[in-house]
Structure formats: C-alpha cells, structure tokens
C-alpha cells in the first residue's frame, strides 16, 4: 500500500521532495479550499489561485471583462476593491465564471505544491470524495496531505481536516501506512467526531471569523461530506472539477 504524510504548515512543504512524484493534497478548511470547493460547486468554470492581489490582477488581464470576479484577503482582511472570499458570499456571483483567488495561506500553499505530480483540494465539504478518489486512484502512491496553516502558525481546523479525510481513506483502505502526524491527525479527528462546528468555531481562525460576522460561513464549511466534486490543478495554474457521481454516503 501506499504512504500518507502530512504537513502542518504551509512554510513545511519541500517542493523539491513534492516534485519527486508525490500526490498532494491541499487544505485550508477556514477558508481557501472550502472556499475553492464550494466555488466549483456552485458552477464556476474555473478558479485561479494567485500569490497575492498583483498576480489576481495580472491574471485578470489576461481574461475578457466579464468573464471572472477578483476575490481575496491578506491576513484575514479583504482586499480592497475584492470580494469577500467566504463561500456563501459568492454563492450568487460565480456562476458560469472564473474566479481569481487570493489567500494568505491556501493559495500560497496551491502554488508551493504545484510540482507535485497531481495536487488536489480537499476540504471538509468534498473529503470524503477525496478519499475515494485516493482509494481508486493512487493506492500505491506516496500522498502528502498539506494543511495550510495560519500566517506560519499551525491551524486546528485544518489538523482537523486533515484527520477526517485520513479517516475516510482508512476507513475501507486499512492498509495505509500513516506518518505519526498522519497519525495524530487521525486519533484527533476520532476523538472529535461530530464536532466539527465546535472546532472550527473554538480555532484562533474561526474566532476571528466570527468576530467578523461570518458565523454562518463557519457552520457551512463545517458540513461534512455534502458535496462530491474532485478539484485539482490542471497545468499547474488553474483548478477545475471532476464530477464523481456516487453515493456519498460511501467511500
């Protein structure tokens, strides 16, 4: 069988490592990949994760007007002239666009991972379709999942994240041979289950969030399983969807 790893940081990832054939797999559950995932699933064509807002403009250059909405924050701050990065914000906005995406921390960690022979992104929302989609497709293969972290800081919620999709892939692929933080993730997520909300809401970023009056966005991206979409990077630049039609209920 094959290995699973995790990172706790963003600032953790050895591209050159990651470069040698590894599969990567990406979260940052409050908000990016929730964030991404969500944007996916609610019909945009596309979404581009840029460094910071002068790549998003750059990229926005190259597209017709129209076509894409700017969304991003820098350290937990939307940036001006941007769209709120929350789900739930651009829910009515994305549809039929691309969406340029900068984050502090999971966009940054997309990039940092784009050498690996296939990145994908998970979050609570689509980890269980995530896991078959590991399970199916790569179950010899070297998979290193990556939480994002929080401005070099480790993040709970995506420790979180993380042990839940472990979980998912163990759950009817025992075989895996897990890292002690792959571990660890995985013993937290067990000792946690069905508390989702509460950790997300109790994390340093989910305080913040809900400081900000985005409590809602919390408790959504909190949902467990509820969609069945697989983003990925495709050329290194874009993330796009592949549909998984299954029954969610299992892996």
């Not at 897990?178 to 305080?207: H, K, M, N, P, W």
Request: glycine share 8%; net charge negative.
């Amino acid at each position: 069988m094959g290995k699973i790893h995790l990172l706790m940081k963003k600032e953790d990832i050895d591209q050159e490592k990651i470069g040698n054939g590894k599969i990567a797999v990406v979260l940052d559950v409050l908000l990016a990949t929730s964030t991404i995932t969500s944007a996916l699933e609610f019909g945009a064509e596309q979404v581009i994760p840029v460094l910071d807002q002068y790549d998003a403009l750059a990229e926005a250059k190259a597209l017709p007007d129209g076509s894409y909405l700017l969304s991003g924050e820098y350290e937990g701050k939307t940036i001006e002239g941007f769209l709120d990065p929350n789900p739930l914000q651009l829910k009515k906005a994305v549809k039929g666009k691309t969406l340029i995406l900068s984050t502090t921390n999971g966009t940054v960690a997309i990039k940092r991972t784009s050498g690996a022979k296939r990145v994908y992104v998970a979050s609570l929302l689509n980890g269980r379709a995530i896991a078959k989609k590991l399970n199916q497709e790569h179950p010899n293969e070297t998979i290193v999942v990556v939480c994002s972290g929080s401005s070099g800081e480790f993040a709970l919620e995506d420790f979180y994240g993380a042990g839940y999709l472990i979980n998912q892939m163990i759950s009817s692929l025992p075989d895996w041979e897990l890292t002690d933080a792959a571990r660890a993730a995985s013993s937290f997520y067990r000792g946690s289950e069905q508390s989702a909300e509460d950790v997300l809401i109790s994390s340093r970023v989910g305080e913040m969030i809900k400081r900000y009056g985005y409590e809602d966005e919390v408790r959504f991206v909190a949902s467990e399983g509820i969609f069945s979409i697989i983003p990925f990077v495709e050329g290194k630049k874009t993330i796009i969807r592949e549909e998984v039609h299954h029954d969610t209920n299992q892996v």
